[in-house]
């Protein structure tokens, strides 16, 4: 039995993302508005707050306006207005149909937004909440649950000096145990805790499955001539097959860089296709080459994107605590944008945590959050939205398209129809001998890179020897079972190049490279036995985003 050092909070939460720091901050507000003592804390696995918040992103600033009014006085960076939003639809790898607003799903346009990097957001909503008094622990990943008298009374922080078979090196130091009152989980999309949460109390039994993304970033600096500050661009179509949805943004931001990326959704059947090498491919077309030719990329990163929206959504809260932001699913996908709404239901639980706690109350089942949060605008959102990625998946581009169109811009998302997409991403593959194979073009260093080079911008880091955090259920399987049926596609879903089929001794082995792990989840997520299981590796690993 290892003996742990033990903390006592009020609340912890775990995540310092838009959701977790909303919900500190407005903690603290609602503590000191009281004159009541609350203890807060914020675990982090990254090594500082932002080190692994990866977001597109244009932000509608509407939960930050209900948080703190007065951001733009506290220095926010959040300053790069939208100026001119284009849509397009690529027919092919050298033309781009210009698609008029009135023709797109009203939820598209962005009068009124900004273009933000999230990593600094968060950095500056930690700083707000550290003035606030609430403690932030980054470095340390919330490995285990404490679950006791069938209630969540905190986390256990993962162990720090364990070699890879397990046994203590020198400087080893066991995870603490930090209890609370109530714990929030806001770990981001497929965060490993809230998996576990969601298996352990059935709160998906009522749902649909959760659905998602594989969103790629590069950050570049571009020649200034060729810089409109505030411009974004959206489209969809080539690269990605007829059959395979997704979307292309790219978005001027400050300082003469534009961040580019590609979101592919994790349905795909396709077992040969590349999400990586289809962003790379994408970069070639002329609306993108023209802006980065000559360029210099300065940041890469991946991440999963929680897009099943309403019907998806798990049941968000459990005796002793909540789920909130992209942990639950909270995101918009007919905005393409979550961070408002992952922060507005960070701000719900934390008033319905604090009433709960005025009361006296302590690991309780908070079942008034749900009621909360359904009152909300955030639901609101959810619910005139909740047919537009079902409808994508099930009627196609073209007529899923149509249908969106007419009911964001006509019907305010009122149309009396409920679609429903019930089959899970991991179970959508083909076999490998019934698809094509897709013969991608080799990167060119200039628009196109491989995944290593890629890699190292995102400044990906981890101890190497620690046990390996991407867990197999059984080590046959990659080979004997996905590699006959599917060409073992976590060679090409993940993007990062963890997962690679060798030849050695005259067999073929499945090898883990687990040190590249960007932490995107993509295997938990699409691997299509459901043998790979995501666990957080020692504290401060993974990768290292400046300004995603």
């Known amino acids: 039995m290892v003996e742990r050092e033990t903390m006592e909070f009020d609340v912890v939460i775990v995540g310092a993302g838009p959701a977790g720091l909303s919900s500190a901050i407005k903690l603290a507000q609602l503590a000191q508005e009281k004159q009541q003592e609350c203890m807060i804390c914020v675990v982090e696995k990254g090594s500082e707050v932002g080190a692994h918040v990866l977001s597109g992103a244009v932000f509608e600033t509407r939960a930050l306006d209900e948080l703190l009014p ?8 959040v300053t790069t207005k939208v100026t001119n939003d284009e849509i397009y639809w690529f027919n092919n790898e050298q033309k781009a149909t210009s698609i008029p607003h009135f023709a797109t799903p009203k939820t598209f346009h962005n009068d009124g937004n900004f273009i933000v990097s999230m990593g600094n957001v968060c950095r500056w909503l930690a700083e707000q909440a550290e003035s606030l008094g609430v403690e932030i622990f980054p470095g340390f990943s919330a490995h285990s649950l404490i679950i006791e008298d069938e209630a969540v009374k905190g986390i256990i922080t993962g162990d720090m000096g364990v070699d890879k078979d397990g046994n203590k090196k020198d400087g080893y ?13 806001a770990e981001g999309c497929r965060g490993h805790l809230g998996k576990q949460l969601i298996n352990e109390f059935a709160l998906d039994a009522d749902s649909s499955p959760q659905h998602y993304g594989l969103g790629f970033k590069e950050i570049w600096q571009i020649d200034e001539s060729k810089h409109e500050l505030g411009k974004v661009v959206h489209g969809t179509g080539w690269p990605l097959s007829s059959d395979t949805n997704g979307g292309a943004f790219m978005y001027h931001s400050e300082k003469n860089q534009v961040v580019v990326g590609l979101i592919v959704d994790l349905n795909y059947s396709n077992p040969h296709l590349s999400p990586f090498d289809e962003f790379q491919r ?37 005796a002793g605590g909540l789920l909130v932001g992209c942990d639950a699913g909270t995101l918009n996908f007919a905005k393409i944008k979550g961070n408002h709404t992952a922060m507005k239901s960070g701000m719900i639980a934390a008033e319905v945590i604090f009433e709960a706690l005025q009361n006296e109350l302590a690991n309780t089942d908070l079942t008034h959050y749900q009621t909360a949060f359904e ?11 909740r047919n537009f990625g079902p409808a994508m998946h099930k009627l196609g581009k073209f007529l899923g398209g149509a249908y969106n169109t007419l009911d964001q811009n006509i019907f305010n998302g009122g149309l009396p129809f409920t679609l429903k997409d019930n089959t899970p991403d991991h179970s959508t593959l083909v076999d490998a001998n019934a698809a094509d194979k897709i013969a991608y073009p080799k990167p060119d260093g200039d628009l196109s890179f491989d995944k290593l080079s890629s890699v190292f911008l995102s400044n990906t880091n981890h101890e190497e020897s620690q046990p390996c955090h991407l867990k197999l259920k059984d080590a046959s399987i990659p080979i004997n079972v996905n590699l006959v049926k599917f060409d073992e596609p976590a060679q090409r879903y993940c993007p990062a190049g963890v997962y690679e089929v060798q030849e050695i001794a005259g067999n073929k082995e499945f090898v883990i490279n687990a040190q590249n792990c960007v932490h995107c989840k993509t295997c938990d997520i699409k691997d299509p036995s459901q043998n790979i299981t995501w666990v957080t590796p020692e504290g401060a690993g993974g990768p290292n985003y400046p300004n995603m």
Do not use: C, D
Request: aromatic residues 14%; hydrophobic residues 40%; charged residues 20%.
């Open 375 to 385: 009152q909300s605008w955030a639901y609101k959102e959810l619910y005139q939205s």
């Open 282 to 318: 994408m970069k070639h077309h002329p609306v993108f080459k023209n802006v980065l030719e000559g360029a210099e990329r300065i940041a890469y990163g991946a991440r999963a994107i929680a897009k099943g929206g309403l019907h998806s959504l798990p049941k968000m809260h459990f």
């Open 173 to 185: 130091m066991p995870g603490m145990e930090l209890r609370a009152k109530y714990t929030i989980f």
């Open 70 to 77: 007065n951001w733009q006085e506290l220095g926010a960076p």
